[in-house]
């Protein structure tokens, strides 16, 4: 169990916990209990082809700012083509899905306020390396990953986008 703070926090270059989720690393730079529920932040690493379902958010807004790599963004009805120092919004109740493009990506994804970041938690592995993942013997539950994302006020509304070209 953290302890909320307001005081000053840092981590360095690869620290923080990390997960292995639906094919990708998600090291946390700032969990909701950490932040007293006002920040979290993701920084996201994965291979051609990680992408979220179609999704909408009822409790926060999310957005994601690339780090490297090239990440298509669909928000609403545009499709964003996100490059290494592209910054997209997400606002709440507006479906957003992202799609890795480039041969690998690492972007961050955050929101303020809400406790979304406990989904990710809820529904991935301890990462036991700073690695992506092998390779899924299987499907994911999608029943499973719906009802978890219904406890943190997510909606799936769609399939997780293909690459594009």
């Known amino acids: 169990m953290t302890i909320p703070s ?10 923080g916990p990390a997960l292995w989720h639906l094919g990708a690393l998600l090291t946390f ?5 950490i932040t007293n529920e006002r920040l979290w932040v993701q920084e996201a690493y994965g291979a051609r082809g990680y992408a979220s379902p179609l999704h909408r958010h009822t409790r ?20 964003i083509t996100a490059e290494t120092g592209s910054f997209v919004w997400a ?25 979304m970041d406990h989904f990710f938690f809820a ?26 994302m219904t406890e943190y006020g997510l909606e799936m509304v769609g399939p997780p986008p ?4």
């Open 123 to 148: 529904t991935g592995e301890p990462a036991p390396s700073a690695t992506l993942p092998p390779p899924p013997d299987g499907p994911p539950d999608v029943e499973a990953l719906v009802r978890a």
């Open 29 to 33: 730079k700032a969990t909701s209990d």
């Open 162 to 165: 293909l690459p594009r070209g």
């Open 60 to 79: 926060e807004d999310e957005a994601f700012y690339v780090l490297d790599g090239r990440l298509a963004v669909s928000v609403g009805d545009q499709v």
């Open 6 to 15: 307001t005081r000053p926090y840092h981590l360095a270059a690869g620290e």
């Open 91 to 115: 606002p709440r109740d507006l479906a957003h899905a992202f799609c890795v493009e480039s041969d690998e990506a690492r972007f961050l994804a955050f929101s303020t306020g809400g406790r």
